[in-house]
């Protein structure tokens, strides 16, 4: 079935880069999405990268999927403490609707 | 524009009580999911809902959960008889319809709901 798979924890100091990485398991994933999640608040949508992609970057992120690995990372340049969160990756089909399926989570922690 | 608006954000039942989550989506979004998270978890997919049909149901369990999303009104979902093991974290998101070109499924912040 389908799985999806991510490190529990990260620890950065501010100003350093995060790199967050993901690995997924189905193939015919069309949509890779990475999420937020602030403590006690919903999951915003920080980016999402199509299959036939290898790279996405949107100011200061930056995403690189390959594919033959099924590896995602999403790396935060110049991390700030309010960065701090969970961040969650999430695999789609493209079948008109968005059932998805997220990994367990990485707790990021930027320390000043 | 409001976003995905779900009510309550907090619900406290007893063993055996009834729950009612309710999800309102984005103006103009036509499907409607529900996502359960437990503790120190990733979201769960439970059902894909448009208007006055079940699309996809395939992640709800098969007893004591219900899912609507009428023609007037928000969706709810409704869990009867309540057990511990249902204490979490349950979001809705919504999505525009088919054909529109958009792919962004939008989330509301969750009813998190606690059984004692």
């Known amino acids: 079935g389908e799985d999806v798979e991510q490190s529990l924890f990260l620890s950065v100091r501010e100003g350093d880069s995060s790199v967050i990485n993901c690995t997924y398991t189905?193939?015919?994933?069309?949509?890779l999405y990475w999420y937020k999640q602030e403590p006690g608040a919903g999951l915003q949508l920080l980016t999402y990268?199509?299959?036939?992609?290898d790279m996405k970057q949107d100011q200061r992120l930056t995403v690189l999927l390959n594919k033959k690995d099924k590896h995602l990372s999403l790396r935060i340049a110049d991390t700030q403490t309010g960065d701090s969160a969970i961040y969650f990756c999430a695999e789609g089909a493209n079948t008109g609707f968005q059932k998805l399926v997220f990994g367990t989570g990485t707790r990021l922690l930027v320390s000043p | 524009n409001a976003g995905v608006m779900q009510n309550p954000r907090h619900l406290v039942r007893r063993r055996g009580q009834e729950a009612r989550l309710r999800c309102s989506p984005v103006k103009g979004h036509s499907h409607v999911y529900w996502y359960r998270q437990l503790p120190e978890e990733g979201l769960k997919f439970m059902v894909y809902l448009q208007k006055e049909n079940i699309i996809d149901e395939s992640g709800m369990p098969k007893e004591r959960f219900s899912a609507e999303f009428p023609k007037e009104g928000p969706s709810i979902l409704r869990i009867q008889q309540v057990v511990r093991g249902d204490s979490a974290a349950y979001f809705c998101?919504?999505?525009?319809?088919?054909?529109?070109?958009?792919?962004?499924?939008?989330f509301g912040q969750g009813t998190r709901l606690t059984v004692v």
């Open positions: 189905d193939s015919s994933s069309t949509y």
């Open positions: 998101a919504s999505s525009p319809p088919t054909g529109t070109g958009n792919t962004e499924a939008f």
């Open positions: 990268i199509f299959s036939n992609m």
